[in-house]
Each structure stands twice: as structure tokens, then as C-alpha cells.
């Protein structure tokens, strides 16, 4: 076997883990629920929910740390086999996440995957741990941010590149990829189903589309 894409990018919440972090930052406080849910299904775009949702929620430090140990033990089915697979045979492996960086940061190096290739929005704690404010200048932020973070990538290096993610937000980076894989295992969303490449409900299932 052999890699067909150079680059091989991953969305993370319901992708490469089956939680959705800023939800268990929230407690299951159904609003938060509700706007994640939107923001995902691209009924309302990213940017008018994630500063609210942050404030609504207010995380310490030590909640995104919890947080970090929570992504490492709710890896999705086949993850880590797919990731060490692609990697084997030569893929450049990132993430790409409007996460937190400080919760995403122990879960990418679970996954060995370099500080450098992994693309999340960090958050600003007082001395005393308290939440104060997010990284605003960040593309992850916002929409089309993924496509950004993407294309920048690419410019550096040449190769081909696919991308796996479940959301709207990640279907927005299709542009800047030569394949693009819906991934359903965790939460089936129909507009991502619809504009694909190829769909996918288990991840392994993505390896016979990036490798030859």
C-alpha cells in the first residue's frame, strides 16, 4: 500500500472522539446543546456562537484539563489504527478543530500528533485559572476558518490532500482538498452526507479512499 494524499487533515469533536467538548464544558446545559447543534448542521454560522457560548460557560483551567483527559479515553472506534495506518505509510497528519487548545493539546499527543500540526483555538486564563477570553484572532473561530487553516498548510509543502469531519464547518474546508470524506459514526449530519466525496460511518472505512 501506499498514501494517495500527502495530507491528510481531521476534524476532532464527533470525529476522531464521540464527545463534543465545549457540550461536557457545558454540563449538558441544553442551550449550549442547541447552539452547537446549529452551528454544526450550518443553521447558524460559527461566529455568532462561539464567543456566547464560551461566556455562557465560563471555563476554569482545570475544567479544560479535565476536559483534555475526557478526549484521550473517547476516542472513536478505529482512530488510532487509522491515524497510525496513514501515518505508516507516509501521510502528514493534522488536526484541525475549533476545540480548545488546551483540551486538544493532550489528545494530539495521544495520537502523536506535533504541536505544529495541530490547529485549535487557545483559550486566556487569569493567575487564578478563571476564563477570560479566547484567541479572536484565530481563523477556527469563524466561518470558512477551517478552509484558511487548510490552505496555508498546503502552501507550505506540495501534495494532495483529503479532509474528515462531520460538520458543516469542516465541509466548508472542501474547497481547499482534493477529497472529502464525511464522517457519520458519531453524528449523522444530512448537508455533510449530501456533499462529500465519500461518507463514511466508520473510519476505517476512510483508509481504502486514502491509500492505494
Do not use: C, W
Amino acid at each position: 500500500m501506499s498514501v494517495r494524499y500527502r495530507f491528510v487533515f481531521f476534524d476532532v469533536d464527533s470525529t476522531l472522539v464521540t464527545i463534543e467538548g465545549i457540550d461536557v464544558l457545558a454540563g449538558g446545559n441544553p442551550e449550549i446543546a442547541r447552539l452547537t447543534d446549529q452551528a454544526m448542521n450550518g443553521e447558524i454560522p460559527l461566529d455568532q456562537v462561539y464567543a456566547r457560548r464560551l461566556e455562557l460557560i465560563r471555563p476554569t483551567r482545570e475544567a479544560v484539563e479535565k476536559l483534555g483527559e475526557t478526549y484521550v479515553r473517547s476516542l472513536t472506534e478505529g482512530a488510532m489504527n487509522t491515524i497510525e495506518t496513514l501515518r505508516n505509510e507516509g501521510a502528514q497528519i493534522h488536526l484541525v478543530t475549533a476545540g480548545i487548545q488546551q483540551a486538544i493539546a493532550p489528545l494530539a499527543k495521544h495520537l502523536g500528533i506535533s504541536e505544529r500540526a495541530t490547529h485549535a483555538v487557545a483559550l486566556r486564563f487569569d493567575a487564578n485559572g478563571a476564563y477570560e477570553d479566547f484567541d479572536r484572532r484565530s481563523f477556527l473561530a469563524r466561518p470558512g476558518g477551517k478552509e484558511l487553516v487548510v490552505r496555508d498548510v498546503r502552501a507550505r509543502s506540495h501534495g494532495r490532500a483529503a479532509f474528515i469531519g462531520d460538520g458543516v464547518s469542516d465541509l466548508e474546508a472542501k474547497p481547499a482538498v482534493d477529497l472529502f470524506i464525511g464522517f457519520g459514526g458519531v453524528a449523522r449530519r444530512e448537508r455533510v452526507k449530501q456533499n462529500a466525496d465519500v461518507y463514511v460511518e466508520r473510519l476505517a472505512d476512510a483508509l481504502p479512499h486514502l491509500l492505494s
